[in-house]
């Protein structure tokens, strides 16, 4: 009988147990309060029963309470109060994994080629302070598909994604047993990467194992991939501790019992959460300083603040930047450089120096650096406080760049424009552009289109291209270079308001139940005909200034504001 095997398992049937003390009061305080009262060694049954009573007195308990509770805490004398059943399958991937675990505390090195959404994997190396390089997987390491079963997956029907596509990148971390001093938590943190990366999808691993035996020190070569079947996570399956293995438990017990960290039942109630994969929140998550949560608590326009919101690759590490400002598709990195030493400064400008993406520093003027250090990023320097208005000025630059290239892209563009009213805001989220820039080409529309109706009224001019004979204005020639006759009719019968294409029939009609007799005479009564015609709040004041009304306000109540039709001249 393999008894490794039977304790290993005894292990993880262990870890879904829940064990008690019962007992009326704690065992600790049970025996400290009797040898008090024995006041030496109880020599006869009687001292004993006296000493007993004594102490149950004191602890206003029973004597036969105290002494069932005197060696509760036993092993032998606790109670099972529950036990998480588990398949006999499930218990052996738990096996697998703590084994997995186990051996990669004596990894020298660990390679991972994974695909896809690898971002998860990487929060918990950089979460862990573990030694990494990140580098693009090649495309035959790319391929990360060898180890999948095509034929059962076409057999069961199901889609197989083309992985060529997918992103795939190669993780290089250092192993344990490659430090000069081997870390016991640096080990613990290194096992407990193998539980997350179980699960991502499309991941193979390549370890360098360090092993003593008689011939001395080797290194083996342990490779795994997710086609194995009994690492392979299933829906009903219950989540994987992250540090199953004996070995692992043992040494990261001693290492928070040293630390003062946790005792009794705190322990166990930290030990079953840490048991279970993080998942990170970088919302929810505690500032990392005093200045990141200054800068959290900012408004900056239309810019939305995320913390750590990604990734970024720079080089051959990873760069997770404090913040990320979005607005409209575009996406401004920002990284708030604090007081640090000068190696990780010169890190962080070695990291900043191979990133793509646009990224704006705040530097605290204390550091030793200057612009110079960061040739291709926006950089600003501050004393205590965080300059928003410098934040917004550069916000400003990358807002008329965006404006400039959607204008360019929505040139060539058509738009759905039907219906009574045609909402801006929708259009330019469809087609990833900002509003403005949507709104500064319809109204350029809207002006040639009032330029042709100027020139000459439509069905003349398609006639006139029809039989031949184009008229030789310049300014109908330049229409036609400019966008077709046809692409602009449909502009004729809308009006631009705020950030809606309102029908001019729309406007006659509630221009018409305005001037109903009695129906309008305050603000309030206006709103309520706006609301009969299901118009955007942002509406009311310029529907009333494009027919020619005016509001006369006496006070702040709706109810008591005029409104009056502007008398014509």
Request: hydrophobic letters at 35%; glycine letters at 6%.
């Amino acid at each position: 009988m393999n008894y490794r095997f039977i304790r290993g398992l005894s292990q993880l049937l262990g870890r879904r147990t829940a064990i008690e003390t019962d007992a009326a009061v704690d065992p600790s305080l049970a025996r400290e309060t009797v040898f008090e009262a024995c006041e030496g060694m109880a020599l006869s049954p009687a001292e004993r029963k006296e000493a007993l009573q004594k102490a149950a007195k004191k602890l206003s308990i029973s004597a036969k309470e105290l002494e069932k509770a005197l060696w509760a805490d036993l092993e032998e004398n606790q109670i099972v109060k529950s036990f998480v059943p588990i398949y006999p399958a499930e218990l052996l991937k738990q096996y697998n994994i703590s084994l997995t675990q186990t051996l990669l505390f004596r990894a020298v090195d660990l390679d991972i080629w994974i695909k896809g959404d690898f971002q998860k994997i990487l929060w918990k190396i950089l979460r862990s302070g573990l030694m990494y390089s990140l580098e693009d997987a090649d495309e035959e390491r790319g391929k990360i598909d060898r180890g999948i079963n095509r034929e059962k997956e076409e057999k069961e029907g199901k889609t197989r994604e083309n992985f060529e596509e997918l992103k795939a990148v190669h993780l290089h971390l250092d192993g344990p047993a490659s430090l000069f001093r081997i870390s016991e938590r640096y080990g613990n943190s290194f096992a407990k990467i193998f539980p997350a990366l179980l699960r991502s999808k499309g991941w193979r691993l390549k370890a360098g194992i360090l092993h003593k035996g008689y011939q001395g020190k080797r290194i083996l070569n342990f490779t795994l991939d997710d086609s194995e079947k009994f690492f392979k996570i299933t829906p009903e399956a219950a989540v994987y501790p992250e540090t199953l293995s004996p070995e692992l438990q043992i040494k990261e017990k001693i290492e928070k019992y040293e630390a003062g960290e946790e005792t009794g039942k705190k322990a166990g109630e930290e030990a079953e959460k840490e048991a279970r994969i993080e998942e990170i929140d970088a919302e929810e998550a505690a500032y990392d300083s005093t200045l990141e949560q200054m800068f959290g608590s900012l408004s900056l326009g239309s810019w939305k603040i995320k913390r750590e919101p990604t990734i970024l690759k720079a080089g051959k590490y990873a760069f997770v930047p404090d913040f990320s400002l979005q607005r409209d598709g575009m996406r401004v990195y920002l990284e708030i450089v604090g007081f640090w030493t000068p190696e990780y400064l010169e890190n962080k400008i070695e990291k900043l120096k191979q990133v793509k993406e646009p990224v704006i520093l705040l530097i605290d003027r204390k550091l030793k650096c200057s612009e110079k250090d960061f040739p291709s990023q926006e950089v600003i320097f501050f004393d205590k406080k965080i300059p928003a208005n410098k934040v917004m000025q550069i916000l400003r630059k990358y807002e008329e760049k965006k404006l400039s290239e959607d204008r360019s892209r929505l040139e060539e563009m058509e738009f759905p424009i039907s219906g009574e009213l045609v909402n801006l805001e929708e259009i330019a989220a469809g087609k990833r552009v900002l509003p403005d820039a949507l709104k500064e080409v319809v109204a350029d529309r809207l002006a040639k289109a009032g330029e042709l109706e100027e020139i000459g009224e439509l069905g003349k001019i398609r006639e006139s291209e029809r039989t031949g004979e184009f008229e030789k204005s310049r300014g109908l020639e330049e229409l036609r270079e400019s966008r077709k006759v046809e692409d602009l009719e449909k502009y004729q019968d809308y009006i631009l308001l705020e950030n809606y294409l309102i029908h001019r029939q729309l406007l006659e009609r509630i221009d018409q139940e305005l001037e109903r007799p009695g129906a309008v005479e305050t603000y309030a009564d206006a709103v309520k005909v706006f609301e009969s015609f299901r118009l955007d709040r942002s509406l009311y004041y310029p529907v009333l200034e494009q027919l020619e009304y005016k509001v006369i306000w006496a006070g702040l109540s709706e109810e008591n504001a005029k409104v009056k039709k502007a008398k014509k001249v």
